[in-house]
């Protein structure tokens, strides 16, 4: 054969391989009426094709369409305009049949309605797919989901691939979509949907990753009247305030908390979501329990019995330092407790050893109840600074106006180390006990105290004053009264019992029996706490033991919470002493008596 018969035949096969090749587009609508029949006939989809078609050979059969529209039954689903890609059967296209073995749609617009995606019979469409030969392959790609019955979950979708080759093979997925702004993941999704369909136990993996959250499970899925799902997961949430942010999904004390993260085996069903086992990771505490959710209430119902060696609860006690402004009074800011009371909890809590804020208990056992508009937190027992205390505090919101009560009880504390680990002077020891109640209600921090009522009462035995010498000051009045004004600090006063007990009405607290005894004298108090300015007007009176004289000695108590002033009282010491008892003024004489005239000589 002569080279140019060669040569001639090998542009005439490189011509046939260039133009089987090269994409032809093609006018007629021949094509995409073939493949309209198909999904139609295969899928139940209606695809309209309003752009061109394209066709090509090698290196493997495809076909591209230009402005697609597809649709699924009963407007469950709509997808406009984009371009749909696929590979071609082989063998059907022998018979003169387009059949694509995957899909590729890119660029377009998809409405859905989760009602009537739900209202579909995916058993049939999934035993179907058993027993014909479907697509392998779903790729969808910078295509966007809205959705006509959801609100704010609309999804960007950059990338999504499902995988399903047969039967007897797993239905796999992975892509990531923008969700609220932000990039989630979808690293992997497994089912065997066969099996779901038959009514047996199909393996179930999926880890699914936001900036806010991750959630990865394995286990197993079983549909039928009452489909379950059973396994071990986790969830974790660097932030939860962040995470209820962007997710919109309500949780109690949402805006509070920080990390958090659940472990566990669980199971699953339509009424309750349950861990009979779980760790719980609250910022860096470890708690370990019994956790549930229940799904058959108006809310979702969150329960749990959790345990901890160290806990730490400041986070959750915020809002109560927030009440106080950076100036030091009651704030003005409308209470509301929307953003903390999201869904329904009932929780138990035991720990080893509590912070709340500077505060540290022992052997603590504590319940948070939440409810709409409400949360209720109580301390059934707690070891507290060698004594023990209990308590309940509650908050309720309705019409505008948070009401707010609470009591409690307290006994054999050492006051002297309570002092100080709240970072206040120890100025007095000793053994406390006592109770206290009070509520208020009101739109702000600022009202609620304007319109407290309650009372305590604290009585502490057998401590003392550090910073005066009550006794030698007594003696010193004896016989230097104004000297002694000079100088009444320094040293300790030893006592049997002091007690207090204060009554509050409209904000303001009256000492109603305030008294101190000792083996060397006796002390009253008596005056105003004005809670809503966080001052005090108060006066202490104090006598040698037995005396029925007058008070040798009276001390003002005044000044902020924050900065209490004790000064002795001028009056009674210049009343004790001789020499300045004259400079005193005179009584006072009414405007009609005449004025008494003084003459010097």
């Given at each position: 054969m002569s080279r140019r018969v060669i040569s001639l035949i090998a542009l005439v096969a490189l011509a046939l391989i260039g133009a089987?090749?090269?994409?032809?587009?093609?006018?007629?609508?021949?094509?995409?009426?073939?493949?309209?029949?198909?999904?139609?006939?295969?899928?139940?989809?209606?695809?309209t094709v309003n752009g061109r078609s394209t066709f090509a050979v090698l290196p493997i059969p495809r076909v591209k369409f230009e402005d697609v529209t597809i649709r699924f039954p009963d407007q469950a689903l709509e997808a406009e305009g984009g371009t749909l890609r696929g590979e071609i059967r082989i063998l059907p296209l022998l018979f003169g049949r387009i059949e694509l073995s995957d899909f590729d749609l890119s660029d377009s617009r998809i409405t859905a309605s989760a009602q009537a995606l739900r209202a579909v019979n995916w058993a049939d469409a999934f035993k179907s797919r058993s027993r014909t030969l479907h697509a392998r392959r779903l790729i969808l790609n910078r295509t966007?989901?809205?959705?006509?019955?959801?609100?704010?979950?609309?999804?960007?979708?950059?990338?999504?691939?499902?995988?399903?080759?047969?039967?007897?093979?797993?239905?796999?997925?992975?892509?990531?979509?923008?969700?609220?702004?932000?990039?989630?993941?979808?690293?992997?999704?497994?089912?065997?949907?066969?099996?779901?369909?038959?009514?047996?136990?199909?393996?179930?993996?999926?880890?699914?990753?936001?900036?806010?959250?991750?959630?990865?499970?394995?286990g197993e899925a079983q549909l039928g009247p009452n489909p379950s799902l059973t396994g071990e997961g986790s969830i974790e949430a660097r932030s939860v305030?962040?995470?209820?942010?962007?997710?919109?999904?309500?949780?109690?004390?949402?805006?509070?908390?920080?990390?958090f993260a659940v472990k566990g085996d669980f199971s699953m069903d339509r009424r309750r979501l349950s861990w009979p086992s779980v760790s719980v990771k609250l910022g860096n505490d470890k708690l370990e329990g019994t956790m549930a959710v229940r799904f058959d209430a108006k809310r979702p119902v969150i329960t749990g019995t959790l345990a901890a060696e160290d806990l730490d609860l400041t986070d959750l006690f915020a809002p109560f330092a927030q009440a106080r402004t950076s100036s030091g009074s009651w704030s003005e800011e409308t209470l509301d407790l929307t953003h903390v009371t999201g869904s329904d909890l009932d929780l138990r809590l035991s720990a080893a050893s509590a912070r709340l804020g500077k505060l540290r208990v022992e052997d603590m056992a504590a319940s948070v109840l939440v409810r709409p508009g409400e949360i209720e937190a109580s301390i059934g027992r707690a070891g507290f600074h060698d004594g023990s205390l209990k308590g309940r505090l509650s908050l309720v919101s309705a019409n505008g106006a948070t009401e707010l009560k609470s009591q409690g009880s307290f006994t054999g504390i050492q006051i002297a180390s309570f002092l100080t680990s709240v970072g206040e002077p120890r100025w007095i020891t000793?053994?406390?006990?006592?109770?206290?109640?009070?509520?208020?209600?009101?739109?702000?921090?600022?009202?609620?105290?304007?319109?407290?009522?309650?009372?305590?009462?604290?009585?502490?035995?057998?401590?003392?004053?550090?910073?005066?010498?009550?006794?030698?000051?007594?003696?010193?009045?004896?016989?230097?009264?104004?000297?002694?004004?000079?100088?009444?600090?320094?040293?300790?006063?030893?006592?049997?019992?002091?007690?207090?007990?204060?009554?509050?009405?409209?904000?303001?607290?009256?000492?109603?029996?305030?008294?101190?005894?000792?083996?060397?004298?006796?002390?009253?108090?008596?005056?105003e706490v004005l809670m809503v300015d966080r001052t005090l007007n108060l006066k202490a009176e104090v006598a040698s033991a037995g005396s029925r004289k007058t008070p040798v000695i009276a001390f003002e108590i005044d000044g902020g919470w924050d900065n209490i002033s004790v000064i002795p009282d001028a009056r009674s010491l210049i009343e004790r002493s001789g020499a300045a008892k004259p400079l005193l003024p005179a009584a006072r004489i009414p405007p009609e008596e005449p004025t008494p005239q003084t003459a010097v000589q």
């Open positions: 089987a090749a090269a994409p032809w587009t093609l006018r007629e609508n021949g094509l995409s009426s073939s493949l309209s029949d198909h999904m139609k006939e295969r899928y139940g989809l209606d695809l966007s989901i809205r959705w006509t019955d959801l609100k704010d979950a609309d999804l960007e979708i950059a990338e999504l691939v499902i995988r399903w080759v047969g039967e007897n093979d797993p239905l796999t997925a992975y892509g990531n979509a923008l969700w609220r702004g932000e990039r989630v993941i979808l690293t992997e999704a497994t089912v065997y949907p066969d099996r779901l369909v038959s009514g047996d136990i199909s393996p179930l993996r999926l880890t699914v990753a936001a900036p806010a959250a991750r959630l990865s499970m394995q305030r962040d995470f209820t942010r962007w997710s919109g999904v309500k949780l109690p004390f949402g805006s509070l908390i920080r990390a000793g053994q406390a006990q006592g109770q206290f109640a009070f509520e208020g209600k009101g739109k702000n921090p600022d009202e609620v105290v304007r319109r407290a009522q309650g009372h305590s009462t604290v009585t502490i035995r057998k401590g003392e004053l550090i910073g005066i010498a009550l006794g030698d000051a007594l003696k010193r009045v004896e016989k230097h009264p104004l000297l002694a004004s000079l100088n009444w600090k320094g040293g300790r006063t030893p006592f049997h019992e002091a007690r207090a007990q204060v009554v509050v009405q409209n904000g303001v607290g009256e000492v109603t029996e305030g008294r101190l005894t000792s083996e060397e004298l006796t002390a009253q108090l008596k005056g």
